[in-house]
């Protein structure tokens, strides 16, 4: 009974956690000395730090990862890139409106999956609903099933690596129109519900052995197609979009 309460403990812990876990992008490209927007861990040890900024035209990324064997990643399938090993995560809820107590996607939420492969880096967009869809995306397994309507590669997303002995500095420029798919423009002040994760690979990069989030704490599953791409919009956490800065 104890070892039963003490998990229950952890998943609620976990979820708090999620629901409260709050940052700000700040208005701008980040240079590379700005301190990280939030902090990615593992047994309390940093493991990614990654820096957010955003202006009227695009989303800046920046992830600082700790890996021995940095940004490895040897899938060929652009839709299932995030169970071959390393990349980044964002998650995130473009629609302000939508309710932030949703517990399924609604239209405006996307994963973007950043990786570099034997062909250069990639971005790879997951659009989880959207209307007007008649032939979704299936993932399954004996497990279960997730459809993800609309799966793409955003080509206006510009991607730089840079790697050293023990991990790798990944910045992306995403324009909000590529990553909304339609023209779209951000209101300082706005709280926009979201999560940034690293997935690691094993020293190959033929297998994602951990996946790790800033808010979500329910990511220990790495050997379960629908587990790993589900959407959980109900351990995001949120970030404030900061005030703009004039030239």
């Known amino acids: 009974m104890k070892s039963i309460s003490l998990i229950l403990m952890l998943l609620l ?19 590379p000395n700005t301190p990280a927007t939030v ?3 593992a047994d309390d040890e940093p493991v990614a730090r990654v820096a957010l900024g955003y202006d009227r035209d695009a989303l800046y990324l920046r992830y600082q990862v700790e890996d ?27 629609d302000s409106a939508a309710d932030p107590t ?30 007007g869809t008649k032939e979704p995306v299936l993932f399954a397994s004996p497990t279960g ?6 799966v793409e590669v955003l080509a206006k997303v510009t991607i730089t690596v840079r790697k050293r002995k023990t991990g790798y500095t990944l910045t992306a420029v ?17 709280v926009l519900r979201g999560d940034v994760g690293v997935l690691l690979g094993d020293p190959d990069g033929g297998a994602t052995v951990e996946r790790l989030y800033w808010a979500n704490r329910h990511t220990a599953i790495v050997a379960d197609v629908p587990s790993e791409i ?8 949120s970030f404030t979009l900061g005030e703009e800065k004039k030239p």
Do not use: H
């Open 13 to 31: 812990a976990g979820a708090a956690w999620g629901r409260t876990a709050k940052a700000t992008l700040p208005w701008g490209k980040p240079a």
């Open 39 to 41: 902090t990615i861990t």
């Open 68 to 94: 021995d064997s940095p940004l490895k990643n040897r899938g060929d399938n652009e839709r299932m890139l995030f169970k071959t090993g390393d990349s980044v995560d964002l998650q995130l809820g473009l």
């Open 102 to 131: 949703r517990d399924k996607p609604v239209p405006g939420d996307v994963r973007l999956l950043l990786t570099r492969t034997a062909k250069g880096p990639i971005a790879v967009c997951y659009r989880y609903v959207v209307p």
């Open 145 to 150: 099933r997730v459809t993800v309507d609309r």
């Open 174 to 190: 995403v324009p909000w129109a590529a990553l909304a798919g339609a023209p779209y423009t951000p209101k300082p002040g706005t």
């Open 230 to 237: 589900v959407l959980p919009v109900t351990e995001w956490g």
